[in-house]
């Protein structure tokens, strides 16, 4: 099993692109999560999913748009990229919310200019 | 709001010896805590998961205790080495699995 996998694994845009961030688990888990770590803050919680063709917001889901079209897949889009976002991304997924532990991916570095 | 604090925010110690790290949290309602590893420019490797109605885990050299009540955990890691370097993220974590993570604490075992 390649667990939960990122692409890109680095990224730079300019002020005002748009990208998309994908994340990929093969352990059939229901709920699906997009955290921001940045240095001094920690990590914090930006959308989250319990289930295909569902999303929820998190704790900072500002200028940013996510989508659940497949179990296995969790999409992150920035649609006008700020300086601001500039962060690295963690996608991470769990079995049943509140009992099992959430396995994280190797993370995306994006730099916003 | 529930808010997790992990202090020392930095501990070095020579290998070999036993040591606790700290996590505190405001909250006692929690559906979980769990402890993470982080490599400098890696991802989060999970520890340890202690359900809100355990009082502790164990895995090999590491032991995680949750104290519900006083907001606490502790991980104990044992005999300490040099491959135990990292920064150490304890999470709090709620019914629809959204975690709360502290600061960390970044360990460097010196051989």
Known sequence: ?113 | KQEVTQIPAALSVPEGENLVLNCSFTDSAIYNLQWFRQDPGKGLTSLLLIQSSQREQTSGRLNASLDKSSGRSTLYIAASQPGDSATYLCAVGSNTGKLIFGQGTTLQVKP
């Open chain 1, 1 to 113: 099993n390649a667990g939960v996998t990122q692409t890109p694994k680095f990224r730079v845009l300019k002020t005002g692109q748009s990208m998309t961030l994908l994340c990929a688990q093969d352990m059939n888990h229901e709920y699906m999560y997009w955290y921001r770590q940045d240095p001094g803050m920690g990590l914090r919680l930006i959308h989250y999913s319990v289930g295909e063709g569902t999303t929820a917001k998190g704790e900072v889901p500002d200028g940013y748009n996510v989508s659940r079209l497949k179990k296995q897949n969790f999409l992150l889009g920035l649609e006008s990229a700020a300086p601001s976002q500039t962060s690295v991304y963690f996608c991470a997924s769990s079995d049943v919310a509140g009992v099992t532990e959430q396995f994280f991916g190797p993370g995306t570095r994006l730099t916003v200019l």
